[in-house]
Structure formats: C-alpha cells, structure tokens
C-alpha cells in the first residue's frame, strides 16, 4: 500500500490486516503520523520518495517477503466476500494457478455509489505474482504490463471511495493531468484547438452518453463534466510546459 498522509484512512484501509501474512506500507515521508500508525499497527513500513504511482509500486513489489502481493490503494477497502475468496484461493497452503488477477472495483464518489459513466467495468490486476508482474513506465493510470501473462479475474469486489470531497476530486485530477501531460507528450507534437476543444466534448459524450451516466443522474454529470475537463487540463498542462522550455531555451541562447 503506498501512502502519503493517509493517517485517517489507516484504520479502515489495514482492518483486514489479518487476512495477510504482511502488510507492506510504502510511504513517501508522511509528515501526520502515517507511518508510526502503521508500525504501530504491525506493519512492515518501508520509506521512499515518490516519482510516480508506477514506479513507487515496482519498487515495492520487489520487497514483498511473499511470492503473492495484492496491491491496494489508501482510498481502497477489502469487503468481507473479497476476503474469503482470497482464502479459498491459498486454501490449504495451494498456489493460484495464473499468474495474476484482476479485481472489481465499486466505485464512489462523494458517498453515493457510480453505476455507470464508465465505472461499471472497473477490475484492475492487483492480485500478482511478486516475480512475474511489473506496472507500465506511466505517469498516470498505472496498469500492469499484460504480455505474457495468464491473467484471471475475481467475482469479489473492492470498494473505491475516489475522494472525500470534490475539491479532493479536483485537485487529484489536475495532478493527473500535470502527470499525463508528460505522458502524451511524445506522441502529441502539437497542441492545437482539437485537443482542447474536441476531445473534452467528446470525453463528456462518452462517459455521459455512451458509457450510461445519464443513468447516475446528477452524479453522473458531475463525474462526465470533470473527466472532460481533466482532458482539457491535459493539454494546457502540456502548452505551459513547452511555453516553459521555449523560454528556458530563450533564455539560454541570449546569455551566450
């Protein structure tokens, strides 16, 4: 689990602790107590400077003590059903047969529960084996590298409560932007009024329209406006970016 300031989730997030054979938390130097908590908890707490969600995992993954890890975030909780799925597949000291496995997610925002908008497909891979799975090299939206691995996928869900309040949600989604900005970078050589226009509305379209959160009602609109919007800060991210070396550049050039 990694963690920053994530005192308050703590108690809920580790209620399970049992269930594990370790409990690795991963903190990035957490200044409210976080890791004391979790010491204090009986977790293993191992201490780095974060770069990305991809690459503080990949570091993790490694120091797991376990040939299995399942992967969670802070905001993330293990249900009862999950948990004896989980048993019934290390019964008895036995080994899953894959080499990992997704698990559903029940999303929510702001309390209420996400049907729709594009969240009802949700199961990430977080149950993996320590030496066969690795996270893509991304900024944003980390997933597991796929190729060459047997994947399965759990009945069980976890529960995701996305954020606390909407102005978490926001600011959390202007970070993704900033980091998925250097992402699209390469592959985006120029900036211009389709990726700033065009692809937010139709960012909008499909998590209001053709993924179903017309269905979500009033929660379904505010989950497509700020998907669409965090496509637009994407790119503006990136303008300001290249604004920024254009003019280091300059400046350079004219101190010579």
């Known amino acids: 689990m990694p963690t920053f300031n994530e005192a308050a989730h703590l108690p809920e997030a580790l209620a399970e602790a049992s269930l594990a054979a ?25 201490q780095r400077t974060y770069v990305s969600p ?3 995992k990949n570091w993790a993954i490694p120091q797991a003590a376990h040939p ?13 059903e999950l948990c004896q799925e989980l048993e019934r597949l290390f019964a008895h000291g036995g080994e899953p047969p894959l ?8 999303n929510y925002f702001l309390g ?4 729709f908008s594009g969240w009802q497909h949700d199961a990430p891979v977080r149950l993996i084996r320590r030496d066969r799975c ?6 944003v939206h980390e997933t597991i590298e796929e190729r060459g691995l047997r994947i399965g996928r759990l009945r069980s869900p976890m529960l995701h ?5 909407l102005a978490h949600f926001v600011e959390k989604q202007r970070r993704y932007a900033r980091w998925s900005a250097l992402d699209h970078a390469e592959r985006t050589p120029r900036v211009t009024w389709f990726h700033l226009y065009i692809k937010p509305a139709f960012r909008f379209f499909k998590h209001f329209v053709l993924q179903g959160g017309f269905l979500d009602g009033r929660t379904g609109l505010q989950i497509s406006r700020l998907m669409a919007q965090a496509v637009r800060w994407r790119y503006e991210h990136l303008l300001a970016l290249r604004a920024e070396d ?4 300059g400046s350079h050039q004219s101190g010579r």
């Not at 299995?68 to 009862?80: C, G, H, I, K, S």
């Open 54 to 56: 991809a690459d503080q």
């Open 246 to 249: 254009k003019a280091t550049e």
């Open 161 to 165: 409560y996305t954020c606390t309040d």
């Open 134 to 139: 690795r996270y893509r090299d991304t900024q």
């Open 99 to 106: 080499d990992a496995y997704r698990v559903p997610r029940q």
């Open 112 to 115: 209420v529960r996400v049907r």
């Open 22 to 46: 370790e409990w690795l938390v991963v903190d990035s130097f957490s200044t409210d107590g976080t890791a004391e908590w979790a010491k204090g908890a009986g977790a293993k707490v191992l």
């Open 68 to 80: 299995w890890v399942l992967l969670l975030d802070a905001d993330e909780r293990l249900t009862p």
